[in-house]
């Protein structure tokens, strides 16, 4: 008897073992997509993978969001899967779709308009506190996601912020000041930036969120075209008193380091913060300059659209369709676009330089050699040549990026070449140059570099 059960036990031992091998082999689990992290600031990168996919196979890697105005913007690519059953977006090379090569953020930076969407958009962030939403997932094959006819393997969606938990988001309606500021968590006092953005005007608030996340406060300035300034709504204001309070302001704020406090500014505000800096006594510790003038702008909106008017016939052809679709834009003119930047300074600007051998901090200009709507890089030459001839160039630093257009963001932020503009009643579509790739390297690079400078001159100086 006892031989026999211990045999028995030993058989259904055996049985058990040779079960288990079997069912391990024959169980393969579901197909993963993962993103590291899965909520994070928007100027942090995320680390895609697939992985429990069949080796040496043909994926698809999909992203798509809604704008706040709920339009769809996609971005895909095509990989192939290594042999152990996996892909990886930092270390894997796309083979078609949005972008080609090794790109571990292309899925953001390659966003675009989803096709039968609307004309000329341009993906921008009116409210801060709330993230983008990103729905990634993976596709079955080489495909294309309009198409509407894949198979979806997994799936994942990822948050991303431009305002980092902890940071003050503080309404500013003082002083006749219409803005807000943005200030990290803590006690402070931190070094701070003031923000000025372009001729669209308004309140545009997500990169001092972005600042304020990374440790700065930040002050966003509105100075044209804003419910709250209607005695300024149709015209630019170069009025020197309200740009010298905003910074006035930041410098007597309890949780600012008073003489720690540099100016941000891109395209108009080029201008203007030149202006306040050569002009005003406003003594900044660093000015960081954006695709820019440095010329004096026409006074009003109503005189800009005159000077256009003049021309129209010639910008017709360049620049301004009337209700012609995106899709089937070809200028008559092409080989005039080049002739257009010039015509648009003589038209929009009257050269009048400013004193710009007075500039005693240290200044950045970052030049996108593909704008198409400002000559940045004839303002950073005069800038570069004044400084040098006034024994200061070691206060210039000059960035120059190679097919990058005027509407310079934050990193992997997907540029918009071509945008619709308001020129009623006819569309007017403005181009604003720039290529996907080199941008979006362009404005990865920009960023570490400009938050370089910053940490250089607002923070390591003060030992």
Known sequence: MTPFIS??????????AVGG???????????????????????????????????????TVCAQMHSEDGDLWE????????????????????????YLGCEPMGLFWGLQPAAGGREGLRL?????????VVRMCLLEGHVSPSAGQSTELAAITTERWYMAPG??????????????????PGPGPFPAMLDLWGIGGGLV???????????????????????????LQKRITTDDSYFKSAFQLLQDHHQVCGDRVGIISFSLGVYLSLKMVTDTGV???CLICINGPVGKILKSIDAAARAIESGRDFLRHCWMYSFCKLGSLHPVRCSSLSALRSTLVQLLYQVVKQPLEKLACPVMFIVGEDD????SKESSDLIEETLAAAGKSHLFTRLSYPGTGHLFEPPYTPNTRVSLGSNKPNKVFVLWGGHLAPHAAAQEDGWKKILDFMNNHLRLSES
């Open 372 to 375: 198409q709507t400002i000559s």
């Open 283 to 285: 003594k900044p510790s």
């Open 7 to 16: 045999v028995h036990r030993n058989l259904a031992c055996l049985h058990r």
């Open 167 to 184: 940071v003050q988001r503080i309404d500013v309606r003082q002083n006749g000041l219409v803005g807000t500021l943005f200030l990290p």
């Open 75 to 98: 971005a895909f690519a095509h990989y192939n899967t290594n042999v152990d059953g996996t892909v990886n977006l930092t270390r894997d090379h796309s083979v078609g779709g949005s």
């Open 124 to 132: 921008r962030k009116d409210n801060v506190e709330t993230p983008f």
């Open 205 to 231: 608030e997500y990169r001092s969120a972005l600042f304020a996340s990374r440790g700065y406060a930040s002050l966003s300035l509105a100075y044209m075209n804003h419910k709250e300034l209607p005695h």
């Open 21 to 59: 091998v079997r069912w391990r082999s024959s169980y393969r689990p579901a197909p993963l997509l993962t993103a590291t992290p899965v909520r994070g600031l928007i100027d942090e990168q995320i680390s895609i993978k697939g992985r429990f996919l069949h080796p040496h196979s043909p994926v």
